[in-house]
């Protein structure tokens, strides 16, 4: 009998330290929000949100916070970077997952996985030995621009290959999971493979791979350290993509250190990091809804 | 258009895709190993030095700082996010909340993942100016560890949820309490709690935008938890911006002991998810 007893208290116990742990963790959420916007009231009690957004303007010195410039660049180099991502990570996941025999395939999935754990800085890295000399000397002379090669293209091409595993390998995964007979059927019809491709999977499989191109964008949109590296951190509007630009989180990396004594600019970078957490939090949420959405209407089984 | 024709240009246009795909992996590695291998070969000393009070500044020294900083970052922020990101992978599985309420806290567990790394090291950095510290290795292990747990607990919810639901309710028939049933499904999802944590330790590894306002990034050894501490990947931002050449060099050499840790844990997580599937069900040898 007294054994029962301490199980069940155990288990109460446990109980209680889970709840705990979770309401901590969705404490820090609201943590983090708050003390974000509280930081950045100091700004927006100087300027409205308006005249931080739309200005184009970046030098603390002289009390100019335009964030129009990042917001821009940021917009380009994500946009950019997910245009040559997705189609080139969407067809060699159908590759991978129809066309491979099963041998190499595992592989091949190592690989990508390989490619996922990469650091960014190592991107980064190797986009300086390689990409920017690449962007300098073939892609910018091939469009008839004159570029150092730091640029919002090279950036773009970097953030590329870091969106690359994401949907890869949900766009694998979520092709891998569809029943067999399915494919059977259609291509008992005398349909080709790509036919079956166009028509069947992408539909059955489209939950997965749109909320795959949604991660990968949450990934190109908050990445820092290897977009600062190759773009240039110039603080302008960009007048063609091969002009070096800026991006929100990289004012953040480049300024937070030495301007630490300035609240206002301090302020204005917290703001920034604001924006950052209620973009990535709106696209989270549109995220869930359309596979939830999509998920009821597109189910084959 | 004929369908066949159409069938190859697609066909080709995937082999091209692939083939983009694995030049950018094989270009990666291929750089690390090569220009990362000439400097260490040349001078070996690089991995194995404290770096000298100018060493940024084109003075001598090497990157052990770095090196021991990673290790004494990562590790224990990964044993802190796996401890408490088990907890909340079993409260989210086993039935101590009802269904509805933990698909609600596993979307608060995606939006955690997906907000990028630098605002984890701004509300930390915020903390600190508060409380009037400054960057230390105890502060990049509360970030990293911050990091890290959804990722970790992602991992580990899938895995206890790929457990089968018999299991589970054999469990409860025999008269198991709600801890007991989660501690047997535990041993079941075995592999892929411990890819997780793994994956989590590879991206804590590999984080230089948290790290860099939190753990100080200074430039000396890592010497206690309330010192400031610098991490690999925070070394090799440093130097890649430096302007100068021999400090540029030495940042491949750091990223290639980098490359080699992820590639090891990678490969680790692999052969250990293999090494456990024996536990698994449906492979009763």
């Given at each position: 009998?007294?054994?029962?007893?301490?199980?069940?208290?155990l288990?109460?116990?446990?109980?209680?330290?889970?709840?705990?742990?979770?309401?901590?963790?969705l404490?820090?959420?609201?943590?983090?929000?708050?003390?974000?916007?509280?930081?950045?009231?100091?700004?927006?009690?100087?300027?409205?949100?308006?005249?931080?957004l739309?200005?184009?303007?970046?030098?603390?010195?002289?009390?100019?916070?335009?964030?129009?410039p990042?917001?821009?660049?940021?917009?380009?180099?994500?946009?950019?970077?997910?245009?040559?991502?997705?189609?080139?990570?969407?067809?060699?996941?159908?590759?991978?997952?129809?066309?491979?025999?099963?041998?190499?395939?595992?592989?091949?999935?190592?690989?990508?996985?390989?490619?996922?754990?990469?650091?960014?800085?190592?991107?980064?890295?190797?986009?300086?030995?390689?990409l920017?000399?690449?962007?300098?000397?073939?892609?910018?002379?091939?469009?008839?621009v004159?570029?150092?090669?730091m640029?919002?293209?090279?950036?773009?091409?970097?953030?590329?290959?870091?969106?690359?595993?994401?949907i890869?390998?949900?766009?694998?995964?979520?092709l891998?999971?569809l029943?067999?007979?399915?494919?059977?059927?259609?291509?008992?019809?005398?349909?080709?493979?790509?036919?079956?491709?166009?028509?069947?999977l992408?539909r059955?499989a489209?939950?997965?791979?749109?909320?795959?191109?949604?991660?990968?964008f949450?990934?190109?949109?908050g990445?820092t350290?290897?977009?600062?590296?190759?773009?240039?951190?110039?603080?302008?509007?960009i007048?063609?993509?091969?002009?070096?630009?800026?991006?929100?989180?990289g004012i953040i990396?480049?300024?937070?250190?030495?301007m630490?004594?300035?609240?206002?600019?301090?302020?204005?970078?917290?703001?920034?990091?604001?924006?950052?957490?209620?973009?990535?939090?709106?696209?989270?949420?549109?995220?869930?809804?359309?596979?939830?959405?999509?998920?009821?209407?597109?189910?084959?089984? | 258009?004929?369908?066949?024709?159409?069938e190859?240009?697609?066909?080709?246009?995937?082999?091209?895709?692939?083939?983009?795909?694995?030049?950018?992996?094989?270009?990666?590695?291929?750089i690390?190993?090569?220009?990362?291998?000439?400097v260490?070969?040349?001078?070996?000393?690089?991995?194995?030095?404290?770096?000298?009070?100018?060493y940024?500044?084109?003075?001598?020294?090497?990157?052990?700082?770095?090196?021991?900083?990673?290790?004494?970052?990562?590790?224990?922020?990964?044993?802190?996010?796996?401890?408490?990101?088990?907890?909340?992978?079993?409260?989210?599985?086993?039935?101590?909340?009802?269904?509805?309420?933990?698909n609600?806290?596993r979307?608060?567990?995606?939006?955690?993942?997906?907000?990028?790394?630098?605002?984890?090291?701004?509300?930390?950095?915020?903390?600190?100016?508060?409380?009037?510290?400054?960057?230390?290795?105890?502060?990049?292990?509360i970030?990293?560890?911050?990091?890290?747990?959804?990722?970790?607990?992602?991992?580990m919810?899938?895995?206890l949820?790929?457990?089968p639901?018999?299991?589970?309710?054999?469990?409860?028939?025999?008269?198991?309490?709600?801890?007991?049933t989660?501690?047997?499904t535990?041993?079941?999802?075995?592999?892929?709690?411990?890819?997780g944590?793994?994956?989590g330790?590879g991206?804590?590894?590999?984080?230089?935008?948290?790290?860099?306002?939190?753990?100080?990034?200074?430039?000396?050894?890592?010497k206690?938890?309330?010192?400031?501490?610098?991490?690999?990947?925070?070394l090799?931002f440093?130097?890649?911006?430096?302007?100068?050449?021999?400090?540029?060099?030495?940042?491949?050499?750091?990223?290639?002991?980098?490359?080699?840790?992820?590639?090891?844990?990678?490969?680790?997580?692999r052969?250990?998810?293999?090494?456990f599937?024996?536990?698994?069900s449906?492979?009763?040898?």
């Open positions: 009998m007294k054994k029962q007893n301490t199980r069940i208290i288990d109460k116990i446990f109980k209680c330290l889970m709840v705990i742990i979770i309401s901590a963790v404490l820090f959420i609201i943590a983090l929000l708050i003390m974000l916007i509280r930081r950045s009231q100091l700004i927006l009690s100087r300027y409205t949100i308006w005249e931080l739309f200005s184009s303007d970046w030098d603390p010195d002289k009390g100019l916070y335009g964030f129009l990042a917001v821009t660049g940021t917009f380009f180099v994500t946009v950019l970077s997910l245009l040559i991502a997705v189609p080139i990570s969407i067809l060699s996941a159908v590759y991978i997952s129809e066309y491979m025999p099963s041998t190499i395939k595992s592989y091949f999935q190592t690989f990508i996985d390989v490619l996922a754990g990469i650091p960014s800085v190592v991107f980064g890295l190797c986009a300086l030995l390689v920017v000399p690449l962007t300098r000397d073939v892609i910018g002379p091939l469009f008839g004159k570029t150092t090669g640029c919002v293209f090279t950036a773009a091409l970097v953030l590329a290959a870091m969106v690359f595993p994401v890869i390998s949900i766009t694998v995964e979520s891998g999971i029943p067999v007979g399915l494919k059977e059927q259609f291509l008992s019809l005398g349909a080709t493979k790509w036919q079956l491709i166009e028509t069947v992408f059955a489209g939950p997965g791979i749109i909320s795959g191109i949604i991660l990968g949450g990934r190109a949109f990445e350290m290897a977009v600062v590296m190759v773009i240039g951190n110039k603080n302008i509007l007048p063609s993509l091969f002009s070096p630009g800026q991006t929100l989180p990396v480049g300024s937070f250190n030495e630490m004594s300035v609240p206002e600019h301090q302020s204005a970078l917290i703001f920034i990091s604001l924006i950052l957490f209620v973009i990535v939090l709106f696209f989270n949420i549109l995220a869930n809804i359309i596979k939830n959405r999509l998920k009821s209407r597109w189910r084959y089984e | 258009m004929n369908k066949y024709i159409k190859s240009i697609f066909k080709v246009l995937m082999v091209i895709s692939v083939f983009i795909v694995m030049a950018y992996i094989v270009i990666i590695i291929g690390n190993v090569v220009k990362g291998g000439i260490i070969i040349n001078n070996p000393s690089v991995v194995f030095t404290a770096p000298g009070p100018k940024l500044l084109g003075g001598e020294g090497g990157i052990l700082h770095a090196i021991l900083g990673s290790v004494f970052m990562v590790i224990p922020s990964t044993c802190i996010a796996c401890v408490v990101s088990y907890l909340i992978a079993l409260f989210l599985q086993v039935d101590y909340i009802k269904n509805n309420f933990s609600k806290l979307v608060v567990f995606d939006v955690l993942w997906g907000i990028p790394s630098i605002l984890y090291g701004i509300f930390i950095l915020n903390i600190l100016i508060v409380t009037n510290r400054r960057g230390s290795l105890g502060a990049g292990i970030t990293l560890a911050l990091l890290q747990m959804p990722v970790i607990v992602r991992y919810d899938e895995a949820n790929s457990v639901n018999g299991i589970r309710e054999s469990a409860y028939s025999l008269g198991a309490t709600r801890l007991e989660a501690f047997t535990t041993k079941y999802a075995l592999p892929g709690i411990i890819a944590a793994l994956i330790m991206r804590a590894m590999g984080d230089a935008a948290s790290v860099i306002f939190t753990s100080g990034a200074g430039n000396s050894m890592p206690g938890l309330s010192k400031s501490a610098s991490s690999l990947p925070v090799i440093q130097q890649a911006n430096s302007f100068y050449p021999s400090v540029r060099e030495h940042a491949y050499a750091a990223s290639f002991v980098l490359i080699v840790i992820v590639i090891i844990l990678n490969t680790v997580s052969i250990s998810s293999k090494h599937q024996k536990y698994t449906g492979s009763g040898k």
